[in-house]
């Protein structure tokens, strides 16, 4: 399927909105959209909560973006941006999740106080081994013999406001945005299109993104949001390339040792078939005489 380019609007990349656009009052609008659509219901946002995890790192410009939201159930959302491979991603994403927990904690309240955790991870890497681009996980308790799902009392329903016990649970999410091939059929496929490739195009109508084109819009921006936003980028291209030339370096690497090592298998094979030969010979000498 063919684009016109023409009709897509350049935009600020989500990553660097999310960090310096999109966390004031005014502008929750293309936040509430994009979680709107990705978890199905309206969601709307009270706030971004400042925790250890979404303080400035140094590696921020072009690694990881994280964000604590708030929403006016009370739940807590987590939204990371991740650029680089981390092969113990999981693990984080479950230690994002505890820390959650605990951080909105307070000490001697009752756990009922435990708020529902929400971990949205969009990675630009290939994480776990599957073809799709969206994919969710949550806690699910089922019977062994009668492999029902197991349920809140009634009082417990009327309580906490939950379904299924696997409702109070941290429930995850993950975007592998690169897996997306580009064909939008659907508000959230708008979406993605857009966090893959920084640009919305015109047909686009998916709740968030009319915002995003106003607020994201990079012509909009002040002289030294520009000149902000182009160090940064310029800063993540870079380290960037520099991961993606130590990945083929690698590779080009492994390969060379392979054919080495499929070098000395050959020899070696042939070796072993010239001294069966020379075996073969023996015996047959010594059979004549």
């Known amino acids: 399927m063919t684009t016109d380019k023409s009709k897509e609007r350049p935009l600020v990349s989500f990553d660097w909105a999310l960090k310096r656009l999109l966390r004031n009052k005014a502008s929750f609008e293309v936040v509430e959209g994009f979680l709107s659509v990705l978890l199905g219901r309206q969601i709307t946002v009270t706030g971004i909560l400042e925790s250890e995890s979404n303080k400035e790192h140094p590696d921020d410009k072009f690694n990881r973006v994280d964000v604590v939201v708030e929403d006016d159930a009370g739940e807590i959302i987590l939204i990371e941006l991740q650029f680089i491979m981390e092969m113990d991603y999981f693990h984080r994403m479950l230690y994002g999740t505890s820390k959650a927990v605990v951080d909105n904690m307070v000490k001697g309240t009752p756990y009922v106080k435990i708020r529902k955790i ?150 070696q094979a042939k070796a072993i078939e010239e001294r069966d030969r020379e075996i073969e010979e023996l015996k047959r000498l010594l059979s004549t005489k």
């Open 118 to 267: 929400y971990s949205i991870n969009i990675v630009y890497f290939d994480l776990g081994q599957g073809t799709d681009y969206v994919y969710n996980g949550r806690t699910e308790f089922k019977g062994m013999h009668s492999h029902e799902i197991l349920q809140l009392s009634v009082a417990q329903r009327e309580k906490f406001g939950k379904t299924d016990v696997g409702d109070l649970y941290p429930e995850y999410y993950i975007l592998k945005i690169n897996n997306f091939d580009d064909v939008a059929k659907t508000p959230l496929d708008e979406w993605i299109y857009f966090l893959k490739h920084d640009r919305i195009r015109e047909n686009f109508h998916a709740q968030g993104l009319r915002k995003a084109l106003e607020l994201l819009d990079y012509s909009r921006l002040s002289p030294e949001e520009k000149a902000e936003f182009d160090y940064e980028w310029s800063i993540k291209s870079h380290n960037l390339s520099q991961m993606a030339t130590s990945l083929e370096t690698g590779r080009l690497e492994a390969k060379k040792v392979i054919e080495e090592k499929d070098k000395t298998i050959e020899e």
